[in-house]
């Protein structure tokens, strides 16, 4: 059974790097698949952050683009997320989800269980 | 950037009652689109991939239809426990980016 579960400060200063680790088990991250972060603000919808392969390979959503960076340690089995220059605006919960392919397209097929990020002094 | 729209935003329903959502997209998509469900606290739950294909667990009472711009989620016989929010999702290639519908929330009557 693949389990994933996210770690990091639940809470951030406003201009401060957000910094979140998904550590992953029951499967190898090297093996392959797509990895993702996926945040909801409080009371809000889904936004997709980022997505990396297990090569390293990364895509980001454009709107958060130029202060977002998804990396990967296959030897820890993990992927991290950093997003930097928070603001209110990002707190959020956020996930990390593994990108299951079928026919050509990817869903999100396993998640963690979500970790709250407050931005606030 | 392709965009969805879901409608409802919310509804309600009781025990029993077949429940329709809709997801439209800003261009086609052909079936790149899934379905999800949360509840409170938790986090999303796959429900539907590639617009109608059931994931393995899933109640029969779930289904998924459409493709290109227009989707829809079927719950045939609304439970206690389906009482949620749904979400859609789409997937683009090039370039790869995940897109989520604004949800649907389904409320007892």
């Known amino acids: 059974q693949v389990q994933l579960q996210e770690s990091g400060p639940g809470l951030v200063k406003p201009s401060e790097t957000l910094s979140l680790t998904c550590a992953v088990s029951?499967?190898?991250?090297?093996?392959?698949?797509?990895w993702g972060w996926i945040r909801q603000p409080p009371g809000k919808g889904l936004e997709w952050i980022g997505s990396i392969y297990h090569s390293g390979s990364t895509y980001y959503n454009p709107s958060l683009k130029s202060r977002v960076t998804i990396s990967v340690d296959t030897s820890k089995n993990q992927f991290s997320l950093k997003l930097s220059s928070v603001t209110a605006a990002d707190t959020a919960v956020y996930y990390c989800a593994r990108l299951w392919y079928s026919s050509g397209w990817y869903y999100f097929d396993y998640w963690g269980q979500g970790t709250l990020v407050t931005v606030s002094s | 950037a392709i965009q969805l729209t879901q409608s409802p935003s919310s509804l309600s329903a009781s025990v029993g009652d077949r429940v329709t959502i809709t997801c439209r997209a800003s261009?086609?998509?052909?079936?790149?689109l899934a379905w999800y469900q949360q509840k409170p606290g938790k986090a999303p739950k796959l429900l539907i991939y590639?617009?109608?294909s059931l994931e393995s667990g899933v109640p029969s009472r779930f289904s998924g239809s459409g493709s290109g711009t227009d989707f829809t989620l079927t719950i045939s016989s609304l439970q206690p426990e389906d009482f949620a929010t749904y979400y859609c999702q789409q997937f683009n290639s090039y370039p790869h980016r995940l897109t989520f519908g604004g949800g649907t929330k389904v409320e007892i009557k």
């Open positions: 261009q086609g998509i052909s079936s790149a």
């Open positions: 029951g499967y190898s991250i090297s093996s392959g698949y797509y």
């Open positions: 590639d617009a109608s």
